[in-house]
């Protein structure tokens, strides 16, 4: 079974500095896509980044970057100059390819940028 | 605009009770989803349907149930079996369940009383 492993509940951080949000995932599948996804307090879920196992080159979106360590299962944002509106949940989600496929999700991080 | 709609927003209903929670989307997408939200908990798949007349059970399904008769409209039905329904859930879909990312609705806040 696949799962998506985010062991930070919460973080903060300083406006404008940088902040880095952990992801793990377990999968005996080769190929799969990974993404992260932003819930602001309005509720609604929005699409940060999104990565493909079998790109080695690490997304960028803007201020939004990914570390994404296949061998280590590992799927890490880095949010850049951090701004007060990147306040909000963000969970991790995990895609594989093949029958039955499903969009599987962490437990979220919820990250407060200070003033 | 294309996109999902969940209605209604907030939903109260006596313990006992079934309720339909309603999802449409005009995008075109194949696949549909219905998440649960609870605090702490992230998002817990309840249903999902990649293709018309066709759905699987997600982690938490017990208690729910969902037709897929269109392909626009993937309605969820909590019965009364559902011990604890009280909850915040989110439909989705996807143009390719393999591959895509999916769009969320706003939402629906679910309180049994």
């Known amino acids: 079974a696949q799962t998506v492993t985010q062991s930070q509940p919460e973080m903060s951080v300083q406006e404008a500095e940088t902040v880095t949000l952990s992801c793990t995932y377990d999968t005996s599948e080769s190929n799969y896509y990974l993404f992260w996804y932003k819930q602001p307090p309005s509720r609604q879920m929005i699409l940060v980044i999104r990565?493909?196992?079998?790109?080695?080159q690490n997304a960028t979106e803007n201020r939004f970057s990914v570390n994404f360590q296949k061998a280590a299962k590992s799927f890490s944002l880095k949010i850049s100059d951090s701004q007060l509106g990147d306040t909000a949940m963000y969970f991790c989600a995990f895609i594989n390819t093949g029958a039955n496929s499903k969009l599987t999700f962490g437990k979220g991080i919820t990250l407060s940028v200070r003033p | 605009d294309g996109g999902i709609t969940q209605s209604p927003k907030y939903l109260f209903r006596k313990e006992g009770q079934n309720v339909t929670l309603s999802c449409e989307q005009n995008l075109n997408h194949d696949a549909m989803y219905w998440y649960r939200q609870d605090p702490g908990q992230g998002l817990r798949l309840i249903y999902y349907s990649q293709i018309v007349n066709d759905f699987q059970k997600g982690d938490i399904a017990e208690g729910y149930s969902v037709s897929r008769e269109k392909k626009e409209s993937f309605p969820l039905t909590v019965t009364s079996a559902q011990k604890n329904p009280t909850a915040f859930y989110l439909c989705?879909?996807?143009?390719?369940?393999?591959?895509?990312?999916?769009?969320f609705g706003q939402g629906t806040r679910l309180t049994v009383v």
């Open positions: 989705a879909s996807s143009i390719d369940p393999d591959r895509d990312e999916a769009f």
């Open positions: 990565q493909e196992a079998y790109k080695q």
